[in-house]
Every structure is written in C-alpha cells, then in structure tokens.
C-alpha cells in the first residue's frame, strides 16, 4: 500500500490516529507501532487508518514528520516580528541575542533529539526527507525575512545570503543536541553555546561582539 504522509490531518479521527501514533514512537520506537494497537486505542477499524495514512509506512513517517513540527521552536515568528519593529541596529542586535538564548535554551535538549532522530529516519526516506525540507522552509521564512530587513538598513553584513546563512545557523542546534547527549559535563555544552554564539554574530555582524 502506498504511504501517505499527513502530518496536520483535518479530519478529528485522523488526527487521533495520528496523536496515539506519536505517543507510541516517542514511548517505544517505530518499531513497536502496531496497527492493532492503533486501532484499539484510537477506536477505529484498520480501513479508516489506511484511507487516511495509506499503510503503517504512512502513519509512521506522518508521526515522525508531526513530532519534528512539534520539536521545532525556533522562535522564528517571534524574531521576524522583533526585527521589523527594531528602530537601530542595537535593538536588532537584542533580538538576535534572544533568537539565540531561544535556540540553544537547556531546556530544549529533549526536542533537538527528536529532531535529530527524524532526520536520520529521513535518511532512507525520500517523501520523509521532501516533507521535512518543505517545513523547513516555510517555518525559516520570517528568520530570512527579519534578517534581509536588517540587511537592507545596512546592520549586517551585505554579502550574506540570508537563506544560506540561516540554513547554516539553525543546523547548529542539531550540533548543540550531540554535545548534550554524548558530553555529559554540562560545561562542555555551555562552552560550545559560546563559541556558537560568537561565530554567529561574527558571520552577522564582522565583530562577534
């Protein structure tokens, strides 16, 4: 059966469906989504996951695509808005500054692991990946757009391109998850922010400051 991903289901029964989903993965892995379980819990017959998943193949790579959208807090709306509203390059500098505390904020470490995991699973599936790169786009559009208005006021760099830049930047919180997973001294992540945010500031601004 063909899969089909729908990650942001309309239909109230789809999206229990695809809530419960969630539910499992994060508890026990894909491997252990039974459709059976599916079924039981979401009170449905086999045929009403199908027809709104395609197969299991679907439901498990629109759950992975929806706990991505779910991890992923960027804070990008909240920056765009910030960045028009700044009236001198020191108050877009504030936002970037909070852009970044948002980013690499400890108490994200869970959700940068989630994101780390659907990439890989992402890996072996080209509609998963397509999907993924998709969201990826839209959600970093208002960063793109806050940062070529404060290109065009002249606060930044005028050789950046700014969907290279953000492209780049944002990965490095996928960085920050292995640090925290793999380093346990918590020195070690917050040495790492560090250099992150200076090199972040330095491709921004040319001084790091």
């Not at 839209?138 to 950046?160: C, I, M, T, Y």
Request: glycine share 6%; charged share 25%.
């Amino acid at each position: 059966m063909t899969a089909i991903l729908n990650q942001a289901p309309e239909s109230s029964v789809a999206d229990r469906i695809l809530e419960i989903a969630k539910e499992i993965i994060d508890s026990v892995g894909e491997a252990g989504l039974r459709i059976d379980e599916v079924m039981d819990r979401a009170d449905v017959k086999a045929p009403v996951i199908y027809r709104h998943f395609g197969s299991r193949e679907g439901l498990v790579q629109s759950a992975h695509l929806a706990r991505y959208a779910d991890s992923f807090r960027s804070g990008s709306t909240a920056f765009g808005a910030a960045a028009r509203a700044a009236r001198s390059q020191s108050e877009f500098r504030l936002a970037v500054d909070a852009l970044i505390d948002a980013a690499f904020d400890e108490t994200h470490i869970e959700a940068r692991l989630v994101r780390l995991e659907v990439l890989a699973m992402g890996t072996a599936r080209p509609e998963l990946a397509s999907a993924i790169r998709t969201f990826q786009d839209e959600n970093r559009q208002p960063l793109v757009r806050g940062l070529k208005f404060a290109q065009q006021l002249g606060w930044v760099r005028s050789d950046l391109n700014m969907h290279e830049f953000i492209e780049w930047a944002t990965s490095t919180t996928l960085g920050l998850a292995a640090v925290s997973q793999f380093r346990t001294e918590p020195e070690t992540a917050q040495q790492w922010v560090r250099y992150q945010r200076t090199a972040i500031q330095t491709a921004l601004f040319g001084d790091g400051i």
